[in-house]
C-alpha cells in the first residue's frame, strides 16, 4: 500500500484546510485509517482514525474542530479541519493500520501552518 497524502498549507486562525490521502491497492476496506501530526520538537501523535465502517476516534485537542471521513470507493481518507488554532501546526501524515497497535504504511506528510 502507497499512501499520498495532500491539502496542507498556511491559513489563518480559526481557518479550515482539508486534507486528502489516496492508497494504492485494492485492500483499501481492510485497513484503519489514521491521520497523524508531528509538531516541531514534539512526538507524533494521532489525530484521528477511522474503520471501513465508517467509526471514528478523535484526540480531545480536535474534537469537535475536526472530521475524518472515508470514501471507500476512492481508496481515500480526508480530515476536515476548522478552527485552526496555531497549535494545530505541524506535518500531518496519514497512515493505514492492518494489525494493532502499529500502523504498516505511511504517507509523506503534508505541513500545515496555522498562524496567530
Known amino acids: 500500500v502507497q499512501l499520498q497524502a495532500c491539502g496542507g498549507g498556511f491559513v489563518q486562525a480559526e481557518g479550515s484546510l482539508r486534507l486528502a490521502c489516496v492508497a494504492s491497492?485494492?485492500?483499501?476496506?481492510?485497513?484503519?485509517m489514521g491521520w497523524f501530526r508531528q509538531a516541531p520538537g514534539k512526538d507524533r501523535e494521532l489525530v484521528a482514525n477511522?474503520?471501513?465502517?465508517?467509526?471514528?476516534y478523535y484526540a480531545d485537542s480536535v474534537k469537535g474542530r475536526f472530521t475524518i471521513s472515508r470514501d471507500n470507493a476512492k481508496n481515500a481518507v480526508y480530515l476536515q479541519m476548522n478552527s485552526l488554532k496555531p497549535e494545530d501546526t505541524a506535518i500531518y501524515y496519514c497512515?493505514?493500520?492492518?494489525?494493532?497497535?502499529?500502523?504498516?504504511?505511511w504517507g509523506q506528510g503534508t505541513l500545515v501552518t496555522v498562524s496567530s
Open positions: 491497492g485494492r485492500t483499501f476496506i481492510w485497513y484503519v
Open positions: 477511522i474503520i471501513s465502517g465508517g467509526n471514528a
Open positions: 497512515a493505514a493500520q492492518r494489525n494493532r497497535p502499529s500502523y504498516d504504511y
